[in-house]
């Protein structure tokens, strides 16, 4: 029960990545916000499945990339648990055309939710964490953005290789508040994101492809993830700051 008596506070929380850490985190005794942007019924689902876990949950909509909600989505937190201990910065996107393909919206969408978003996010935390002098931030990156891991990605790559850079300057700047700031880089994970539009023979094809480039063979699984992110949001990290974790099976092909 690493994290009785703290609260989380998990963006993009009703599926994927999001939906296992919040699990992952209530399972040992922390209370969490699941935030979602669009789909309430699943954030509520997440909820009630941490409510039988007899760990305390509640859903907030709000999106990410705008100040105004992100201020009322903490305001709301304080209110009910009187702190925010943890933010894990996992809300996402990823539309995948090729660069020539790119338009401008895509861009803009996609700096908009994956890196404005963990900017707004972590300020406003910290504006919570710093009086408090504690503080405990995990971003969610990818390998996308450290090295090529497909081609249709180029937005999504950028965007989550200014969320590794952003990590390290608010490590820089936050540590002194007694706050830590990491960044964990999936690979391939089975998730309804990376799935996206493909059909079923495409999914199998693209998951046939990415296991024959990692060392182990394998993809991940949300959980996997989730469990890398428990352990910068513990105190088990408490000398670790502004780094970031690959995790991806030990992917090969990297240029």
């Not at 060392?215 to 989730?226: H, K, M, T, Y």
């Amino acid at each position: 029960m690493r994290f009785e008596g703290k609260v989380a506070l998990v963006t993009g929380g009703s599926r994927g990545i999001g939906k296992a850490t919040a699990l992952a985190l209530a399972k040992e005794g922390c209370s969490v916000i699941v935030n979602y942007n669009k789909n309430q019924a699943k954030a509520q689902e997440v909820v009630d499945e941490i409510t039988r876990m007899k760990s305390q949950a509640i859903p907030v909509g709000c999106d990410v990339s705008m100040r105004s909600e992100v201020e009322n989505m903490f305001k709301l937190t304080v209110e009910r648990f009187g702190k925010v201990d943890i933010l894990v910065n996992n809300a996402a996107i990823m539309e995948t055309p090729l660069f020539l393909d790119t338009t401008d919206d895509v861009w803009d969408r996609s700096m908009k939710t994956n890196l404005k978003s963990v900017f707004i996010c972590t300020q406003v935390a910290a504006k919570h964490m710093i009086p408090r002098k504690y503080g405990k931030i995990v971003n969610i990156a990818s390998n996308s953005g450290i090295g090529t891991a497909c081609t249709g990605d180029v937005a999504y790559g950028v965007a989550k290789a200014g969320v590794i850079q952003l990590t390290k300057h608010t490590a820089l700047e936050l540590g002194q508040y007694g706050i830590t700031v990491n960044c964990v880089a999936p690979g391939a994970t089975e998730t309804e994101m990376l799935r996206g539009n493909m059909t079923d023979q495409q999914y199998s094809d693209f998951i046939k492809g990415r296991k024959s480039i990692t060392s182990l063979g394998i993809v991940g699984r949300p959980e996997d993830i989730a469990n890398v992110v428990l352990f910068f949001s513990s105190d088990d990290s408490r000398f670790v700051t502004g780094r970031t974790l690959l995790v991806d099976g030990g992917r090969r092909d990297f240029i």
